[in-house]
């Protein structure tokens, strides 16, 4: 059974750090395209950022390129999102996804697997 699944999440204050993570499993990806998208209440799923199977060409949305940073360790089979200087607009459901395609995109639609999220409220 291939399965996603994210940890790290929870109750953080603005202007702090935390690291989310992403254990894969029932198939290799390694080979993946792999990406972060986030999901605030009444809103729509957004692009957090993306990574190619390799690990040496990442993507991010403007707003969250110089405060997150993606990063995979193929070995541990894990993706991971570092996060600092949060914001209270950051308070989301964050999702991990994976694209067999190794082009990573900024559409969730275009990702074949997801976890099921982890929650991250940013408290003002």
């Known amino acids: 059974q291939v399965q996603l699944v994210e940890s790290g999440g929870g109750l953080v204050q603005a202007g702090g750090s935390l690291t989310l993570s992403c254990a894969t499993s029932?198939?290799?990806?390694?080979?993946?395209?792999m990406a972060w998208f986030r999901q605030a209440p009444g809103k729509e799923r957004e692009f957090v950022a993306a990574i190619r199977w390799s690990g040496g060409t990442t993507y991010y949305a403007d707003s969250m390129k110089c405060r997150f940073t993606i990063s995979r360790d193929n070995a541990k089979n894990t993706l991971y999102l570092q996060m600092n200087s949060l914001k209270h607009e950051d308070t989301a459901v964050y999702y991990c996804?994976?694209?067999?395609?190794?082009?990573?995109?900024?559409?969730?639609?275009?990702?074949?697997?997801w976890g099921q999220g982890t929650q991250v409220p940013v408290s003002s």
């Open positions: 996804a994976a694209r067999i395609l190794n082009v990573p995109t900024m559409r969730a639609l275009d990702y074949d697997y």
């Open positions: 029932g198939r290799s990806f390694s080979r993946d395209a």
